[in-house]
Nanobody
Framework: QVQLVESGGGLVQAGGSLRLSCAASGRTFSSNVMGWFRQAPGKERELVAG????????YYANFVKGRFTISKDNAKNMVYLQMNSLKPEDTAVYYCAASPYGFGGKYDYWGQGTQVIVSS
């Protein structure tokens, strides 16, 4: 089992920044990839960014490239999502997830989510 706890969400004005954190515990060594997903009201959940625990390879959805940065701290079992130049359309619940597969694979473990609201 892997436990994931997100933090760092909140209300921010358009153009502002937030940093989300994900604390992982348990059998983290069983996970190959950590991902940040988001789900806006009435929309499907979508992958925002991902990072491999070992090599550090990253993936970004086109709609966040150049604005968001995913990073990790293996020693602390932490994954971060730095979000800059936020737009109202970034408003969503953001989830941290762990997968033993690749970025596009099935994610077995999920956090409870943290709300991000971007006001215009």
């Amino acid at each position: 089992q892997v436990q994931l706890v997100e933090s760092g969400g909140g209300l921010v004005q358009a153009g502002g920044s937030l940093r989300l954190s994900c604390a992982a515990s348990g059998r983290t060594f069983s996970s190959n990839v950590m991902g940040w997903f988001r789900q806006a009201p009435g929309k499907e959940r979508e992958l925002v960014a991902g990072i491999r625990w070992s090599a550090g390879n990253t993936y970004y959805a086109n709609f966040v490239k150049g604005r968001f940065t995913i990073s990790k701290d293996n020693a602390k079992n932490m994954v971060y999502l730095q979000m800059n130049s936020l737009k109202p359309e970034d408003t969503a619940v953001y989830y941290c997830a762990a997968s033993p597969y690749g970025f596009g694979g099935k994610y077995d473990y999920w956090g409870q989510g943290t709300q991000v609201i971007v006001s215009s």
